[in-house]
C-alpha cells in the first residue's frame, strides 16, 4: 500500500524556522516526483515546491521562494521542506503528495498533513 | 499565473441528486486539469485526472469532462459518504493552481 507521512510541524515564532519530513513507503520512492501542497482557511489548497525523482530539478511558489527548500534523501524514501523567516501567512497544514506517472502533477497519494503554526 | 474560478463555493444537495461543479481557467490549459475530494481529517484523494480520467477505485458516479477553459465535475446519484470539499487544479505549467473548492452538503 502506497502511504505517506508527514512529521515535523509545530508551533514557531515569526523568522524562525522549520523542517518537515514525509516519509514514503509502498513504491519505488526515487522513481517519482513529489510535492508539497498546503491548505489554509482562507486561501484553501496552495502549491509550495515539487522536486523530481532524482533530486535534481526543484520548483518553488513563488510566495516561498528564497526561504523555504525541498530535498529528498532516496536511500531513505523520505522528503524534506526546510522553512526558513516564517511568516504567518505561512501557517497551514502541509501535505506532502506523490506525482503520478504521467507528468508528475497528478497527485494520486497524500499523506494525512503536518500542521505549522507562525505566531508569537 | 493561471486563475482557477471554481464554482459553487458550497452547495447542498439531497442523497441521489446529480451534483455539478464547474472550474473556469484564465487561459487554455488543453486537458490538464485534475479533481480532488477532501474530507476533513483524511487525506486529499485524487478522483479525476487530465479532465476527465477515473482515477482506479474511485467509484462511477464520479465523472469529470472539458477541455480547454470549462471544465465539469459531476457526481450522478450523491451519496451521504460525498461530504467533503471538491477542488481542481490545473498542471499546464507552473505555479500549479487550485480552485477556490466546493464544500458539499447533505
Known amino acids: 500500500e502506497v502511504q505517506l507521512l508527514e512529521s515535523g510541524g509545530g508551533l514557531v515564532q515569526p523568522g524562525g524556522s522549520l523542517r518537515l519530513s514525509c516519509a514514503a513507503s509502498g513504491f519505488t520512492f526515487s522513481t517519482y516526483a513529489v510535492t508539497w501542497v498546503r491548505q489554509t482557511p482562507g486561501k484553501g489548497l496552495e502549491w509550495v515546491s515539487t522536486i523530481s525523482g532524482s533530486g535534481a530539478y526543484t520548483y518553488y511558489a513563488d510566495s516561498v521562494k528564497g526561504r523555504f527548500t525541498i530535498s529528498r534523501d532516496n536511500s531513505k524514501s523520505t522528503l524534506f521542506l526546510q522553512m526558513n523567516s516564517l511568516r504567518v501567512e505561512d501557517t497551514a497544514l502541509y501535505y506532502c503528495?506523490?506525482?503520478?506517472?504521467?507528468?508528475?502533477?497528478?497527485?494520486?497519494?497524500w499523506g494525512q498533513g503536518s500542521l505549522v503554526t507562525v505566531s508569537s | 499565473d493561471i486563475q482557477m474560478t471554481q464554482s459553487p463555493s458550497s452547495l447542498s444537495a439531497s442523497v441521489g441528486d446529480r451534483v455539478t461543479i464547474t472550474c473556469q481557467a484564465s487561459q487554455d490549459i488543453s486537458n490538464y486539469l485534475n479533481w480532488y475530494q477532501l474530507k476533513t481529517g483524511k487525506a486529499p484523494n485524487l478522483l479525476i485526472s487530465h479532465a476527465s480520467n477515473l482515477e482506479a477505485g474511485v467509484p462511477s458516479r464520479f465523472s469529470g469532462s472539458g477541455s480547454g477553459t470549462e471544465f465539469t465535475f459531476t457526481i450522478s446519484s450523491l451519496q451521504p459518504e460525498d461530504i467533503a470539499t471538491y477542488y481542481c487544479q490545473h498542471f499546464a505549467n507552473l505555479p500549479i493552481t487550485f480552485g477556490q473548492g466546493t464544500r458539499l452538503e447533505i
Open positions: 503528495a506523490k506525482g503520478g506517472n504521467a507528468s508528475g502533477y497528478e497527485f494520486d497519494c
